[in-house]
């Protein structure tokens, strides 16, 4: 049976333009003390760390960091953090640029599993390119492998506009149909049947919990909007 899958956008980071208007020029940037705060918090209003079983994320810094942080109770149960380059963001300004492999290992000594991670992993081609037809293939290769494992809920902190792809919330041109992801917003999922590309559907209580229902009716989701649930 397809896993329950909780996916969460990273906390506040330098790049921020709340913080530097140029952000987008600091590679690879830490979470702020504001995002390490959030990451508390939601550490403290998320009720299921006793059944999450796995653990992944960006390779990116701030979604390493957002990830330990947030779900320390799962990491206590000897559950370390597979660091996976296929939820990386979906851009190649220096912010989106991971570091080298020999780097994050320094940064994160414990709790970080870096097995799918090669040398050269951050560069933006092949695969791992930013067009559209590649971020949908990514995001697909991504979920299929995530169906695919055997443990029954998993967390992935990724970024605010690949979140788009994993959701299929994009049109053809690779624009966004819905709004950004808040900071460490967290959205809970399960896996449609029959899907070859292994698309996940936000659950009930997911969308009433951030106030995406009223009156019965999806009121965010553009291609639902109007349709009972």
């Known amino acids: 049976m397809a896993p329950i899958l909780h996916i969460m956008r990273h906390g506040q980071g330098y790049h921020s333009e709340a913080v530097n208007k140029n952000g987008h020029e600091i590679r690879d940037p830490w979470l702020t003390p504001k995002g390490v705060e959030q990451c508390h918090e939601r550490c403290k209003s998320f009720a299921r760390h006793d059944q999450v079983e796995l653990l992944l994320a960006s390779p990116l810094r701030r979604a390493l ?61 092949g695969e791992y390119a930013i067009d559209p037809k590649a971020l949908n293939a990514r995001a697909a290769k991504l979920r299929r492998w995530i169906r695919d494992r055997s443990e029954k809920e998993v967390v992935l902190v990724s970024h605010g506009f690949f979140n788009h792809y994993m959701t299929g919330d994009v049109n053809e041109k ?42 019965g009716l999806i009121i965010n989701r553009p291609e639902l909007r109007g349709k009972d649930r």
Not at 106 to 124: L, N, R, T
Not at 192 to 197: F, K
């Open 65 to 125: 960091q957002t990830c330990a942080l947030s779900f320390a109770p799962v990491l206590d149960k000897s559950i370390k953090i597979i660091a996976l380059p296929m939820a990386e963001e979906a851009s190649d300004a220096p912010c989106d640029t991971g570091s080298p492999l020999e780097v994050l290992r320094k940064d994160f000594p414990q709790h970080v599993d870096f097995d799918h991670i090669k040398y050269g992993w951050f560069h933006h081609d």
């Open 174 to 215: 690779g624009e966004q149909t819905t709004p950004w992801w808040q900071e460490t917003e967290l959205r809970t999922f399960t896996f449609l049947e029959d899907r070859e590309d292994a698309m996940i559907e936000e659950t009930d209580k997911s969308l009433l919990g951030r106030g995406a229902v009223k009156d």
